[in-house]
């Protein structure tokens, strides 16, 4: 694992690109929450994100807020 002067982090890579670059395998996120794919540049969140409902064995993504996509097993 590597952290940058700038801050960037990097899992199998020394010269990581962004915030958060994982090189060379499978990432996994454990929660419960959702995940949050973009932000704008005031720092704000988006309402752009995945959420996984294990209940119902399923998973959506939101734009805006709003259920664009909906994936059943």
Same mark, same amino acid.
């Given at each position: 694992? /590597? !952290?940058?002067?700038?801050?960037?982090v990097g !899992?199998?890579?020394? #010269?990581?690109? #962004?915030? +958060?670059?994982v #090189?060379?395998?499978?990432? #996994? +996120?454990?929660?419960? /929450?959702?995940? @949050?794919?973009?932000?704008?540049d $005031?720092?704000?969140? $988006?309402?752009?994100y +995945?959420?996984?409902?294990?209940?119902?064995?399923r998973?959506? @993504?939101?734009?805006?807020? !709003?259920?664009?996509? /909906? @994936?059943?097993?």
């Open positions: 694992m /590597r !952290i940058t002067d700038d801050g960037n !899992i199998g890579t020394t #010269a990581p690109g #962004a915030k +958060l670059d #090189a060379g395998g499978d990432m #996994a +996120l454990q929660t419960t /929450r959702k995940v @949050i794919l973009d932000s704008n $005031s720092g704000d969140v $988006s309402n752009t +995945l959420v996984h409902d294990s209940t119902n064995d998973v959506s @993504i939101y734009v805006d807020g !709003i259920e664009m996509v /909906r @994936i059943n097993k």
